[in-house]
């Protein structure tokens, strides 16, 4: 890939879509501007998003206010501990009229699929996702079927402590791009939340202000970001350097280093450029990379968090000084 200066007009169209986009979840979703931005980069980057939070902090209420954002198709699928595999990706069905067997397909075929309370579900309903998530398609009796494009899963899930909660296996947590975390608002953004709990305002109701044919073309743009030599290497270092750290029992896969790189061009886009920097890794390394690592016991114990590890790591790997298309 060589750098383009004709990309700038692209880009800038990108950068004031997904301003529209941030703007119309913000009438919903209160004092987290930095999370929703990390959600619309996400989405920018054809990623699936980890919402994870104690519950009442509107993990699902973001989810749902970012789909309706997008005019797309939408399913919804609620895990729960008797949902099967064949609820999510479809199911073979006799057809006594023609004699034959069709296939219904699950709620996996859309656009957008949100995935409520993920790690309630068990193990083996989670699996389910793996192939749809990083290849998407599903395989069901031998058939390989496509998914739409885009398909984006948006999924929440409850800290792990919580009760009636499945730990996610790490094949499962790899398939995400990121992971957000909401945190509690604000007084001042609360009082806001319960105003719109009194006018009962609802994710629901807002409209979209992006057509799927638009986001096709807002990723297809940002694919194109330059991404300088250096600032790949920098993304190696970055990842290879979590592989040794004594802490971690396990560091990022070479799929979390490629993930860094696209959400790091997806970035660039949203801000309206059509070149990568250093800055766009480092804003896109922690939610990329810390659902990624494990923890030693002994580490944990020791009140280390993967998302220290990963700004230790930042703040020790040399930036590389690199001039615009070099």
């Not at 501007?33 to 509107?58: M, N």
């Not at 990842?239 to 560091?251: E, I």
């Not at 801000?271 to 690592?293: I, M, N, P, Y």
Request: proline share 7%; hydrophobic share 45%.
């Amino acid at each position: 890939m060589t750098f383009d200066p004709g990309l700038a007009d692209q880009t800038t169209w990108v950068q004031h879509r997904c301003a529209d986009i941030v703007r119309n979840v913000e009438h919903f979703i209160h004092g987290k501007t930095r999370v929703v931005q990390d959600a619309v980069v996400c989405l920018l980057a054809e990623g699936h998003i980890l919402i994870e939070d104690v519950p009442g902090v509107a993990k699902t209420s973001l989810a749902k206010a970012v789909a309706h954002s997008v005019n797309g198709t939408m399913r919804r699928i609620q895990f729960t501990p008797d949902l099967l595999p064949s609820d999510v990706v479809g199911v073979q069905i006799y057809d006594t009229a023609k004699r034959q067997f069709q296939f219904r397909e699950g709620p996996v075929f859309a656009n957008i699929i949100l995935g409520d309370e993920i790690n309630r579900a068990s193990p083996k309903t989670q699996s389910a996702l793996l192939e749809a998530m990083a290849e998407h398609q599903v395989t069901v009796d031998g058939v390989t079927y496509p998914l739409p494009r885009p398909n984006f899963v948006i999924a929440t899930q409850n800290p792990i402590d919580q009760q009636g909660t499945y730990t996610l296996p790490e094949a499962q947590l790899d398939r995400f791009m990121m992971l957000l975390r909401m945190g509690y608002p604000g007084a001042e953004h609360e009082a806001r939340i319960v105003d719109d709990a009194i006018r009962r305002r609802l994710p629901e109701q807002l409209q979209p202000v992006l057509d799927i044919d638009d986001l096709l073309k807002m990723i297809d743009i940002s694919r194109n970001v330059y991404v300088a030599p250096a600032l790949q290497n920098f993304i190696v270092t970055i990842s290879a350097a979590t592989r040794t750290v004594p802490q971690l029992r396990l560091g990022a896969s070479p799929r979390a280093t490629n993930a860094v790189a696209v959400a790091s061009q997806a970035r660039a886009a949203f801000e309206g450029r059509s070149f990568v920097t250093a800055d766009d890794v480092k804003g896109v390394a922690r939610q990329v990379l810390s659902h990624r690592l494990l923890l030693t016991p002994e580490a944990a114990i020791q009140g280390y968090t993967p998302e220290r590890i990963v700004d230790d790591i930042l703040a020790a790997v040399p930036v590389p000084q690199t001039p615009v298309g070099v």
